[in-house]
């Protein structure tokens, strides 16, 4: 029988993961999917508390968390094209016009 | 040995894999479709949680939507470029480092909790409870999420224009 | 509330309700003369109140409490009438109220603003010294005193557009500041020791000898050198003379009659207190006796009119400041009063002098008498009752002086003082001849002062006769004391005194040139005022100014150093710091990693 801490801990190990991507990466786009990684497993986490406390509300919650990274994946994307038309990089390290 | 504990597992090593793949190939073409991959094993995990409905929903709007518009974002930037993007990463100890830490820190909560109480029963279609939820007391915010979705496309269009 | 007290009252009332009005009220002032007639109006009734007052004898106190405490009050106001301060009422305010109806004719020439100014800076002075006058206490006494420094101040400067009244003004002020520093100390001294500022409290227990304060000496001291500061005694008398610069109607009435009589007002009202440390009053003989002689040498070499007059009044306060010394009160006092009135009397007919021929300068006069004769024979009775001529006041109160300091077995003050009244009588004929006989120096036609003036001037020179008969007359049992050879000694001084100047300035038989080459040390010393004020210049440039520029140095490089330092600090933190934000957005994420770490273990540790 698998139990709740298994998912929790499947879970842990994505957004873990993904956080190493987004920490690594050089390309805005290879950040974004680090991003991802790290929403879906907020996901797995959300479905899997509702599933083992018989709760409808994370399972609502994840519909919507589904639908805002849509949207959010949708936006950085037309920004990274933004900035890559003008700086003609999409290299995060040299994005950084809010050097002090 | 039931159904449930081997497909956990088989779902668990291809979703850690491709997560793995996505955020170490040096190629973004390739770490897009590990993604999907990745997404799709989501979706087995939700099934395995007795959920078909946000399986679907993680089929057609993540490995769907997202990797379709990434794809096409590549595509677009490749294209400007003229070149094929690699993808490079840096500093991989100290993400690693930190990253492993942050796991660390979860898993430490994880281990103190008390254990779970077993896993009830499904109960009555979960669909229908989804759907009424949303137009019962989520109906506000299920509105709300769709003047998000309004505002995110017209926010992309006016980003991704061309100039004229 | 008794009606004897009363009186007394109005009489420091009256200059303040003017004083009021004219500060208040700027029409009023700005109309110059009516200013000066509601000025002179207040005064005079003042001046009825205080004959009565004197006339009636009266001798009261009275006071209210000032600064409460557990207790009883510490300090009280109020008005203390003794035979003594009423005297000084009828001196202050007949000469205040003479020197104002002067100045309306004296003054004519000034813009109305001004004129109003000048009435209400007298009606505060006369109020102010009434004030002191009047005083029960030290505390009271000590405030009227800095306010009649106020007032002096002001009228010095009375023309303040020019430069040399500024700074005498200034220089007034803090000499007198000085010996006001003493004053002030003495008195909280006494005040510790003693739990009371009242003079009644303090009299009677020095006469019980119950008043066994340990360093009284040295409070007593202190004390006087509040005196030594306004009366213009030995060292700090210089700013007595620079106040001259002031209208002459100031000089004649404070710096001449009145204000600077207040130190020695302040020994005769203090003398049983005195009397108790007779180190301190062999001091006060010894300073008074040489600042008498020390003023009368520069007296005789000073060329302008009014500093001879400003030198004699120091020479003068020596005397009366010798006299209280040496244990002779009211010989003192009595100076001071008869001196009051001639002096104010000398003050008036220079300024007469002064307004004809619009210089200050005896040698640029000569041969006035013939244009002003009234001037020149009230200026003559006041020479001789200066001068201790028979039977002006000044003679009677001189000799009373001389009388009581010989009792007193103080040899070397008589001897100075002996020589100072020889010396008086020589300085001031050679003023009135350098003045009003010989050849006529003075260009355009002198005439003779308006009626304003001479009213004054003539009632002064009455008063000063007068009040010299009836010295006279009731002076046979007063001064029994005085050896019998002393009035003949002491007229002998002033004639022989006349005779010197009568010979080196009128009949030419002496050279004064050849004099002064005979003379020539003492010569040179008298003219650079015996380098007194050249050390007061060289001590302020070289202590004050050196303690400011010390002072200076540390503001700028160590106290702005500190600040400097600071913000240098702060803008090396900051340039350093912002290398923080780099701009990467990977790195915040590290940022918020770490963030979240800080929070696992905080939540592991310390939760719990």
Same mark, same amino acid.
């Given at each position: ?100 | ?164 | ?453 001479? &009213?004054? +001037?003539?009632? %002064?020179?009455? /008063? =000063?006769?007068? #009040? @010299?008969?009836? !010295? ?88 702005? &150093?500190? +600040?400097?330092? %600071?913000?240098? /600090? =702060?803008?090396? #933190? @900051?340039?350093? !710091? ?31």
């Amino acid at each position: 029988m698998i139990g709740l801490s298994s998912y929790l801990v499947l879970a842990a190990l994505v957004f873990s993961i993904g956080l190493f991507g987004v920490l690594t990466r050089r390309n805005a786009v290879g950040i974004l999917l680090g991003i991802e990684l790290m929403l879906n497993a907020v996901n797995i986490n959300l479905v899997a508390f509702a599933r083992f406390h018989g709760d409808l509300t994370g399972l609502i919650f994840t519909l919507f968390t589904i639908a805002i990274t849509v949207v959010e994946v949708a936006v950085g994307l037309a920004i990274v094209i933004a900035i890559f038309r003008v700086r003609r990089t999409v290299d995060a390290d040299r994005l950084d016009l809010l050097r002090g | 040995m039931t159904v449930e504990t081997v497909g956990f597992w088989l779902v668990a090593a291809v979703l850690l894999g491709s997560s793995l793949a996505v955020v170490l190939t040096p190629n973004l073409f390739h770490a897009v479709l590990y993604l999907a991959a990745a997404l799709v094993a989501t979706g087995a995990v939700f099934l395995l949680l007795d959920q078909p409905f946000l399986f679907a929903v993680q089929l057609l709007l993540y490995a769907g939507g997202v990797v379709t518009i990434v794809v096409f974002a590549i595509m677009l930037t490749e294209r400007l470029v003229g070149e094929r993007i690699r993808q490079t990463s840096r500093h991989l100890i100290n993400g690693a480092i930190v990253a492993a830490a942050v796991f660390a820190g979860i898993a430490g909560f994880l281990l103190q909790a008390p254990p779970a109480a077993p896993r009830p029963e499904q109960t009555g279609d979960v669909t229908a409870s989804i759907g009424r939820a949303l137009v019962g007391p989520f109906a506000v915010t299920f509105e709300l999420l769709g003047v998000l979705l309004v505002a995110g496309l017209i926010g992309a269009l006016y980003f991704a224009r061309s100039e004229e | 509330m008794d009606l004897s007290l009363l009186l007394p009252l109005l009489v420091p009332a009256m200059p303040f309700a003017a004083f009021l009005i004219l500060a208040i009220v700027p029409p009023i002032r700005r109309t110059g003369r009516g200013a000066g007639a509601l000025s002179i109006a207040a005064i005079a009734v003042s001046f009825v109140a205080a004959v009565i007052v004197w006339h009636s004898g009266f001798v009261g106190e009275r006071t209210w409490g000032w600064i409460p405490a557990d207790g009883g009050p510490i300090a009280t106001v109020g008005v203390m009438v003794d035979p003594i301060s009423n005297a000084m009422l009828v001196l202050v305010t007949l000469v205040s109220l003479l020197v104002q109806i002067y100045s309306l004719a004296y003054l004519s020439d000034e813009r109305p603003g001004a004129l109003g100014r000048y009435y209400t800076y007298q009606s505060l002075f006369v109020f102010s010294m009434l004030g002191l006058v009047l005083a029960p206490g030290f505390l009271q006494m000590f405030v009227f005193w800095e306010l009649v420094g106020l007032c002096s101040y002001l009228l010095i400067g009375f023309w303040y557009d020019r430069p040399a009244a500024a700074r005498a003004a200034v220089k007034a002020f803090w000499i007198t500041k000085l010996g006001d520093l003493g004053f002030i100390i003495g008195i909280v001294l006494l005040w510790s020791a003693t739990g009371t500022f009242e003079f009644s409290e303090l009299f009677e227990r020095a006469e019980a000898n119950t008043l066994a304060v340990p360093g009284l000496a040295v409070i007593m001291f202190l004390i006087y050198l509040g005196a030594v500061g306004k009366s213009a005694q030995f060292p700090l008398h210089v700013w007595l003379p620079d106040a001259m610069e002031g209208p002459t109607p100031v000089s004649a009435l404070i710096h001449a009659a009145t204000m600077v009589t207040a130190g020695v007002f302040l020994v005769t009202r203090a003398e049983p207190l005195f009397a108790l440390v007779p180190e301190v009053m062999a001091v006060i003989a010894w300073v008074g006796a040489f600042t008498a002689l020390l003023a009368a040498t520069m007296a005789c070499v000073e060329g302008d009119i009014k500093r001879v007059l400003a030198y004699s009044t120091v020479s003068q306060l020596g005397y009366m400041m010798a006299a209280a010394g040496a244990g002779a009160t009211p010989a003192g006092f009595l100076h001071l009063l008869t001196h009051g009135l001639f002096k104010a009397l000398l003050f008036l007919a220079a300024g007469a002098v002064i307004h004809a021929v619009g210089t200050n300068d005896m040698f640029r006069m000569g041969g006035l008498f013939r244009a002003m004769p009234h001037t020149a024979i009230v200026f003559l009775i006041g020479t001789l009752a200066l001068a201790g001529v028979p039977p002006l006041a000044g003679f009677y109160s001189k000799e009373a002086v001389l009388g009581g300091v010989w009792e007193a077995h103080l040899t070397g003050p008589f001897l100075m003082l002996a020589l100072t009244a020889l010396l008086t009588a020589f300085y001031m004929f050679r003023a009135v001849f350098l003045t009003f006989f010989g050849r006529a120096h003075a260009g355009g036609h002198p005439h003779e002062a308006p009626w304003l003036m001479r &009213g004054p +001037l003539w009632l %002064l020179a009455v /008063l =000063t006769v007068v #009040a @010299g008969i009836r !010295l006279a007359l009731s002076g046979a049992e007063a001064h029994e004391a005085t050896p019998g050879w002393l009035p003949p000694f002491s007229v002998g001084l002033a004639l022989l005194g006349f005779v010197l100047a009568l010979a080196m300035y009128q009949r030419g038989v002496i050279d004064p040139a050849r004099v002064a080459r005979a003379l020539a040390p003492l010569d040179y010393l008298a003219r650079r005022r015996y380098g007194l004020d050249a050390l007061y210049a060289g001590l302020y440039r070289g202590l004050i100014l050196g303690f400011a520029r010390v002072i200076g140095w540390i503001d700028r490089y160590f106290v702005d &150093g500190i +600040l400097n330092a %600071l913000t240098a /600090l =702060t803008l090396r #933190a @900051g340039d350093s !710091l912002r290398h923080i934000q780099t701009g990467r957005a990977q790195d915040y994420v590290y940022g918020v990693a770490f963030g979240v770490l800080l929070l696992f273990v905080w939540a592991q540790l310390w939760r719990r």
